[in-house]
């Protein structure tokens, strides 16, 4: 007997199956096809400006750092602020995003851009989230052909962009979009929730930010 | 490992005698707690959640069969591909096989409290094959070659300037003269040294803190980022999960969610919550190219059906340890396994057998704190009370305690006995406890008497104090 058979037959012996195997496979099937909504905190419901505004507090509250500018064209212009008031090198990692490639990088000449995934050796990675959550100030990125999920982690500084409309309440939300972009029961290779940088409070229980991934993380909201 | 649990009374004599274990303990009384209740205060549905989580794990344990399926199904469509293991053994062999197949010889392994209960790391070392550690503090810990004290702080035991001794004798190839007085310069070094082993892995090994049947996905939570840097880099990413871990849909895990970081660190949200699903994708520029889940029941299937089944509600968070004063006084190791604290009062006998591990259960006071915080509402004391009850059955207690019982008992099943003989001792007891009330000695209760003086008893019993009570009331109505 494999092991699967072993351990489903002690499961279904202990849980009764068999007995009255239809209600049960309904039951399953039914909520599958339909996932409960649950429990969802009144905190990041409202207004689609108490969303954006709860998103920030919520984020800089982790020790994420904000900036909030109206179109996508200002971005670039951010980007370098970002790494001159850090005395950062000037260059930027990211992926072939359509949406962050249209901004007009051009217009800063010295600010060199590289493309694909991260190897390890840079300082800032840029990324675009597919949402963004208000409750806990948490951005969602996906992995995909113009997106690598190591510009999430390796790079010492990540610089998510963000589009304001994209910024929902709560997780059940974005859970919905997701089920809507790839279809029902199915998943990008890799769906990372960021809620802040790395920090670890291993030694002695005193959180300390950059553990294994970014020492830092920058929000750009856009509109 | 090594399970030294049956000793457990040793090991708690030694524990608070470690000065070192106990200024360290010190971090988990202070900071734990008031995190929590922050977090819990700041969310006014917080406990209608916990009530909906335990919800979500009943359901999905009375169906638990057919979520898996579902499960399996959905990771065999995404390209991943799932192993079934009874036991510890076998989890360990499938691993071992992958590794050959891939010629492995290092692997990085994201926090799992799971690869702790199948001793994988040493399984794999004999096996020639490097196992990593890339949370801190697990990292520490293995170079200490200790096993995890605490669930989610593996190294809440370890002072910061043993961290600076460790990393000073296992980084020997670094300067002497740096400088590793702060927590920040010994996280930076850890940082750089495991940079370079995520690179020069072949496998990556995590845990999962939740498996989805809806998309075949596993799910890890995680501050430090280390996790995903494990199951993204190498070529091959295994997951070692028991089977408890499903959940039915994606709005399940998010209900779950919102009660598991407050209740671990005070957090609404930890840092990184990751979905993986399957390998890399056509056309994606990183992830790897394998994945695999390793299916576990270990003991778990056996506790579904019995009085021990809420257990398999825990979703480790570790808020049982944290606030139980059992645990603050002797810390993780004293419990001699895997799972410390309360949960591994209950778990470590289901798991390890009651001969091993039925002495844990009668580590707690019954205060009830554990209960009180524990997200997933699992009856801890209850369980605790079961265990004790099997293990006076099978006579594993130690002789004085069973006749002391049976003494009692033969009182206790005569009302008339039991109230003629208390009449008569109740007030000896509070003459001999004098003008000071209090006992320093006393024939029999050594045990007590060693530490802390008893209290005498009042010189009537209660039940002539009940009867006063009563009769009075029915004097005031009257």
Redesign the interface.
């Known amino acids: 007997m ?3 058979d ?3 037959g ?3 012996k ?2 009764g ?1 068999g007995t009255d195997d239809a209600t ?2 309904e ?2 099937a039914k ?2 096809a339909k ?5 969802v ?3 990041g419901q409202g207004s689609d400006a108490h969303k954006v505004k709860l998103f920030c507090q ?1 984020a800089e509250a ?1 020790a994420a750092s904000v900036t909030r500018v109206r179109s996508p064209e200002r971005v670039p212009k951010i980007v370098s602020d970002y790494l001159r008031s850090r005395n950062l090198p000037a260059s930027v990692r990211m ?1 072939a995003d359509r949406r962050l490639k249209a901004m007009p990088w051009d217009k800063l000449k010295s600010l060199e851009l590289k493309y ?2 991260s190897d ?1 050796f840079d300082e800032v990675g840029v990324s675009h989230a597919f949402a963004g959550i208000a ?2 100030g ?1 951005v969602a990125l996906l ?3 113009d997106n ?3 510009v ?3 790079p010492e500084h990540h610089i998510v962009v963000i589009d304001a409309r994209d910024i929902a309440g ?3 939300t974005v ?1 919905s979009s ?1 089920r809507r972009k790839f279809g029902k ?22 959180i ?1 930010l ?5 020492r830092a993380l920058h929000l750009i909201v856009v509109g | 490992m090594e399970v030294t649990s049956p000793t457990f009374k040793q090991n708690a004599v030694h524990a608070l005698a470690d000065a070192q274990l106990q200024k ?1 303990l010190g ?2 009384r ?3 707690i008031d995190k929590r209740r922050k977090a819990a205060d700041a ?3 917080f406990d ?2 916990r009530d ?1 989580a335990r919800d979500i794990k009943d ?1 999905t344990l ?9 499960y399996e199904e ?1 990771v065999t469509e ?1 390209g991943g591909q799932v192993h ?3 036991t510890a053994e ?1 989890a360990r062999r499938i691993v071992l096989d992958i590794c050959r197949m891939q010629n492995a010889r290092t692997v990085t392994k994201g926090k799992s409290m799971i690869t702790e209960e199948i001793a994988l790391n040493d399984f794999l070392k004999l096996a020639g094959i490097k196992a990593v550690e ?4 697990e990292y ?1 810990i293995q170079l200490r070659n200790e096993h995890p004290s605490h669930i989610i ?4 035991h370890v ?2 300037d043993q ?1 600076e001794a460790d990393f000073r004798r296992a980084h020997d190839y670094l300067p002497a003269d740096r400088d590793l007085t702060e ?2 310069t ?3 070094e850890a ?1 750089r040294v ?2 370079a082993q ?2 020069e892995a072949e496998i990556g090994i995590t845990g999962a803190n939740f498996l989805v ?5 596993s799910v890890i939570v995680t ?4 996790g ?2 494990t199951q ?2 190498p070529r091959v990413h295994i997951v070692v999960a028991s ?1 408890e871990k499903i959940v ?5 895990v ?2 779950i ?2 009660v598991l970081a407050r209740s671990a ?1 005070g ?15 056509k ?5 790897p190219e394998q994945y695999h889940v390793i ?1 576990l ?1 270990n003991g778990r ?2 506790m ?2 019995t009085e021990f089944q809420d257990m398999l509600r825990c979703i480790r968070c570790g808020a049982c340890m944290n606030h139980c004063p059992v645990y603050h006084a002797v810390g993780g190791h004293a419990y001699g396994w895997v799972y410390p604290g309360p949960m591994g009062a209950v778990l470590t006998p289901s798991l390890i057998g009651i001969d091993q591990g039925g002495h844990l259960p009668n580590a707690s006071t019954f205060c009830g704190r554990c209960e009180s915080v524990c997200p997933m509402r699992i009856p801890l004391p209850k369980m605790m009370r079961h265990w004790r009850e099997r293990e006076f059955e099978r006579g594993l207690n130690p002789a004085t305690q069973r006749y002391g019982l049976k003494i009692w008992a033969a009182f206790a099943k005569r009302p008339r006995l039991y109230n003629f003989a208390a009449s008569m001792a109740i007030p000896l007891l509070a003459l001999f406890g004098g003008r000071k009330k209090r006992f320093s000695f006393l024939p029999l209760a050594g045990g007590w008497t060693r530490h802390r003086d008893l209290p005498a008893p009042e010189s009537r019993t209660f039940m002539q104090q009940w009867r006063e009570r009563e009769s009075g009331k029915q004097r005031a109505a009257a």
């Open positions: 494999s092991a699967r072993a351990i489903m002690k499961l279904r202990t849980l199956a049960r496979r039951t399953v909520r599958l996932p409960p909504k649950g429990i905190p009144e905190r919520m982790v992926g694909g995934p390890g409750e806990t948490t992995s995909g052909k690598p999920s190591t999430n982690f390796l709560d997780l059940e859970l997701l029961g199915r998943m990008p290779r890799t769906v990372n929730f960021v809620t802040g940088p790395s920090r670890s409070g291993d030694i002695e229980q005193k300390i950059g553990a294994h991934g970014p | 360290a971090n988990v202070a900071g734990f969310l006014p549905e209608a959640l909906a359901h009375a169906h638990l069969d057919l979520y898996l399926e579902a959905k995404s079934w293991a009874e076998d890339t949370d801190l503090g520490i702080a593996p190294a809440v002072n910061k961290v927590p920040e010994l996280l930076d940082r495991l940079r995520y690179f049947a809806e998309t075949g996905s501050n430090e980022g280390n995903d840097l993204l880099l089977i039915p849909t994606l709005n399940d998010s209900q969610l919102r660190t957090q609404d949200m930890s840092v990184y919550t990751t979905l993986s699903t399957g390998p890399r994708r056309g994606d520029p990183d992830g299916l029941d299937t056996s579904l059906g």
